[in-house]
């Protein structure tokens, strides 16, 4: 089946540095992908839409200056968490629309230290 | 969006029937009903989904009510290996809006 690959699976980083996120489609073109983040015992969020060769769309309460999306081709889109802060560490996913439907990446695990 | 409601937690014996409930009462026309579980730590896994008529896969059966209020997945021989959360979402595009889903524990 499809797969949606994310990369990395965990990252740490020091507070205020940038942290870059990797979602490939990688056996079919995703002109859209979406991010997600998921707080440890809560649901997933949606952040943003992510639209190849065009801006993303935000999420209500969402700052784009702080998360910004790249969606430069049809099989990679990727997320930058800027300046990242502690509040910021938590479980980031995407997905994409595939033959057959939706599907998940396996998630990234961003701790801010 | 419809908003739903699913039981907090369930729990179901080994090799029984796993029936989880949603309701959607104010699912619109045009929204299918899909079901993603979510393994820990793992990204969602798509299950099944439906507009009006009842689905079944290889993984699962869906159950939706005439009046499209409601809906239950039915897991027919639950393994251990079905302990999840698990999400009813309804969605007509592409972006989907996760509620709290059901925890289901698979007792041996």
């Known amino acids: 089946g499809a797969v949606v690959s994310q990369h990395p699976s965990w990252v740490i980083c020091k507070s205020g540095t940038s942290v870059k996120i990797e979602c490939r489609s990688l056996d079919f073109q995703a002109t859209t992908m979406f991010w997600y983040r998921q707080f440890p015992k809560q649901s997933l969020m949606l952040m943003a839409t992510?639209?190849?060769?065009?801006?993303?769309?935000?999420e209500q309460g969402v700052e784009k200056d702080k998360f910004l999306i790249n969606h430069a081709s049809l099989t990679l889109s990727t997320l930058t968490v800027t300046s990242a802060h502690p509040e910021d560490s938590s479980f980031y996913i995407c997905s994409a629309r595939a033959p057959g439907g939706y599907t998940f990446g396996s998630g990234t695990r961003l701790t801010v230290v | 969006d419809a908003k739903t409601t699913q039981p907090t937690s369930m729990d179901c014996a080994e090799g029984r029937a796993a029936n989880l409930p949603c309701n959607h009462s104010t699912i619109s026309g045009n929204e299918y009903v899909y079901w993603y579980r979510q393994i820990h730590s793992q990204g969602p896994q798509y299950i099944i989904h439906?507009?009006?008529n009842n689905e079944t896969n290889e993984m699962a059966s869906l159950i939706i009510t005439e009046d499209r209020k409601s809906s239950t997945l039915i897991l027919p021989h639950a393994t251990l290996r079905d302990t999840a959360v698990y999400y009813c979402?309804?969605?007509?595009?592409?972006?989907?809006?996760f509620g709290t889903g059901t925890s289901l524990t698979v007792i041996p």
């Open positions: 979402i309804p969605a007509r595009g592409n972006q989907f809006y």
């Open positions: 992510s639209n190849e060769g065009s801006k993303a769309t935000y």
């Open positions: 439906g507009l009006k």
